[in-house]
C-alpha cells in the first residue's frame, strides 16, 4: 500500500538506509546514521509539501511495516536533470524478489501522470543496477541517455513520455 509519511515510519527508514547492499547503488554508496535518515524523511516530507507529489512510503498490508518507498522527486544531485521529475524506490532486503517493487511503481507511475502536468518521467539508476532497470523496462521506459554525477559517475538515464503512458 502507498501512503503518506508518518513520523513512526523514521525507524523503518533509518533501517532501510542503514543496510550497505541496500545502498550499494544510491550515489557513492554511503549507509545513512539515524540523523541522515531523519534528514532524508524532512526532505521527503518538503518536497511533498512543495510539488503536491513525492516518494510514498510503502506499507505491507500483512504487518503494517514500513517496506521502503517509491515515487516521484526530483534529482537534486543530478543538476542537468533536476527540472526533470525522477522515479524511483528503494526496498528493505527481505522484500526483494517480491515483486511489490514493480507493483508499486506502476502505482506511482500512474498516480503521478494521473494528477500532475509533467509530459515525461525519467529514472537513474548506475549501470550495475539490474533490478532497477528492470524496473523500469516494466514501467515502459527506454534508457535514452547517459548522465555524469558531480563525483564523475555514469548513471543510465530512463525515459518515459506521459503519450506513451496514455497509448499503452
Ligand atoms: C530496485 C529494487 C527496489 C527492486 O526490488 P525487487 O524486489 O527486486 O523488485 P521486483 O521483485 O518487483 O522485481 C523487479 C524485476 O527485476 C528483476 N530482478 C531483480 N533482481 C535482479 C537482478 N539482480 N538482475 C536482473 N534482474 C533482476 C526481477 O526478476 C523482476 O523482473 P521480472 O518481473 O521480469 O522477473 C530493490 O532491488 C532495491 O530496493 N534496491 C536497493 C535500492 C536501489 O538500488 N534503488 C534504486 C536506485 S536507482
Redesign the pocket.
Known sequence: MLRQWREDDLDGLAAVNADP??????HDGHVHDRPEAAASLGRIRAQWAEHGFGLWAVEGKQDGSLM?F?GVGFPRFLPALEASPEI??????R?????????A?VASRNDFFSTQDFDHLI????PG???????MQ?LGMRRVADATLPSGATVWVHRLERDDWTAA
Open positions: 547492499e541496500v545502498m550499494r547503488y544510491i521502503g517509491c524511483g524506490w528503494r526496498f528493505a532486503r522484500h526483494w524478489g517480491t515483486g511489490y517493487a514493480s507493483e511503481a529514472s537513474l539508476a548506475f543496477n539490474l533490478a532497477s532497470h528492470r524496473v516494466k
